[in-house]
């Protein structure tokens, strides 16, 4: 391992706009999300027209074998993309010290670190959900295959409403998945960053809770924004535990699309509003 040459009291970032450290993470959290985003549209439109060209052609659709068709382009996508989420949290967390990298390496505080491990483990408890997105998407088909049955369409009808009906939901469902994995991968990863921090380097470190002030933060998020804890304590969130925003801890409701960011510091750091 190669030990960053600087003193923890050089480390130490004095005084945190909180301003600033917001917008910076969502900065990079929102190029990621765009990149994740035309990825999934493009699968999942891909996904819609192929079963309907299919079932147009040859009448058949088996729902387990469309479900594991579209886990096998949608797991290998989201992995890579969660590794690029964590490279990229890594990376500008090092940036705000000042630490030099080697490009094909990641660190913590100049610090090698099992970087595939950390990420093998958070995708290794995304695995389900992820194929809940294919579950879903193809039990859609399924229904209306089901319903034009019933209907006594014909196979071209039928293939017909599969495109009409699913290919439009599919780019607003990208966005919610492309938002929401981005923002909870980036949590993770910066907060994995800063819990390394403070085990193997023995810092103190604190966490302070940020929402989005505006209409759309849920009020539970708002009610929370400055609350401030130890790397060991879980915040508050509307009555429920949760470790770092995107927490799965905090269930869909305060996951799904949520913006809040959390800024870790030292505990003598000061973050100023």
Request: aromatic share 8%; charged share 25%.
């Amino acid at each position: 391992m190669r030990l960053a040459r600087k003193q923890f009291r050089d480390i130490r970032r004095g005084r945190i706009s909180a301003l600033k450290e917001v917008r910076r993470q969502q900065r990079i959290r929102n190029n990621l999300e765009k990149q994740l985003f035309r990825r999934l549209t493009s699968l999942f439109r891909k996904f819609a027209r192929t079963k309907a060209f299919l079932y147009q052609e040859f009448g058949v659709f088996d729902l387990n074998t469309a479900i594991q068709d579209l886990n096998e382009e949608l797991l290998p996508t989201m992995s890579q993309h969660y590794r690029k989420v964590f490279r990229n949290m890594y990376a500008s967390s090092e940036e705000i010290y000042n630490l030099n990298r080697k490009e094909d390496e990641v660190f913590v505080m100049g610090r090698s670190v099992d970087f595939e491990a950390i990420v093998s483990s958070y995708y290794a408890g995304r695995t389900l959900v992820l194929s809940g997105i294919s579950e879903r998407l193809a039990n859609r088909v399924n229904r209306i295959i089901i319903q034009g049955r019933e209907e006594n369409l014909t196979l071209t009808q039928i293939a017909q409403n599969i495109a009409s009906k699913v290919t439009p939901i599919t780019r607003g469902r990208a966005a919610t998945i492309a938002r929401t994995e981005t923002h909870n991968a980036a949590s993770f990863a910066n907060h994995s960053y800063y819990q390394t921090v403070q085990t193997d380097l023995g810092m103190s470190m604190v966490k302070k809770w940020i929402s989005t002030s505006d209409l759309r933060t849920r009020s539970a998020h708002s009610a929370a924004n400055g609350q401030t804890r130890s790397m060991d304590e879980d915040f508050l969130i509307g009555g429920t535990p949760m470790g770092y925003a995107g927490d799965p801890k905090g269930g869909a409701k305060n996951v799904i699309n949520c913006r809040c960011v959390i800024i870790y510091a030292d505990e003598q750091d000061v973050v100023s509003d």
